[in-house]
């Protein structure tokens, strides 16, 4: 009497995805289930999933996760950097335009044989500074009001239209969504 081989059930979750096994498949019992020919052994990745495997394991390297840690680092020093600049310049800004209705010629502010504002002048750029700055204060603390409810309410729906989507990305569309479109 013949003993007969049992056929290999394969119940893994990678021998389950699509296009994992050889061609070899005898019979597809489930998406999760296919009853392979005995000895044949089944693939556990297509290529593009090793390669989706390896970079995600990539960026979980400690180099990696160190690398992106630095650049969280730069990224909040550079905005910080960035704000500065920008509250120096409106509040510069506002300054010279107060001490000029004043009377006060700002653009020689800085010159050797520049003259002293007086006293009046000096309190009319003092006002417009205080009141640049806390102005300044005010719309950032707004931003930062806007953006902590835009992160509470969570992702946003797509805008724009359809069009194909491919490996390269999306093609055609229209609407306001996407890089170019509409912004918030």
């Known amino acids: 009497m013949a003993i007969k081989k049992k056929a290999t059930v394969a119940k893994s979750a990678d021998a389950a995805r699509k296009g ?3 061609k070899t498949v005898v019979k597809k019992v489930s998406p999760d289930v296919k009853i392979i020919k005995a000895g044949s052994k089944p693939l556990t990745q ?7 495997i390896m970079e995600k394991a990539q960026g ?5 996760r160190a690398k992106a840690k630095l650049d969280a680092k730069n990224a909040k020093f550079a905005e ?7 509250r120096r310049g409106i509040v510069s800004a506002a300054v010279n335009d107060a001490l000029k209705a004043a009377g006060y010629d700002s653009s020689k502010r800085y010159a050797p044989d520049a003259k002293a504002a ?20 005010a719309e950032r603390a707004a931003a930062a009001k ?19 989507r491919g490996p390269l990305g999306n093609f055609g569309g229209g609407g306001s969504g996407g890089p170019f479109g509409k912004m918030d």
């Open 20 to 22: 994992a096994m050889t």
């Open 46 to 52: 297509s290529l593009s999933e090793k390669r989706a």
């Open 60 to 64: 979980k390297t400690p180099a990696a």
């Open 80 to 86: 910080k950097v960035f704000v500065r600049d920008l």
């Open 118 to 137: 007086t006293p009046a002048q000096v309190k009319a750029g003092n006002k417009a500074r205080n009141a640049a700055e806390a102005k300044f204060k």
């Open 146 to 164: 806007r953006k902590a409810a835009a992160k509470a309410a969570g992702p946003k729906a797509p805008k724009g239209g359809g069009g194909m």
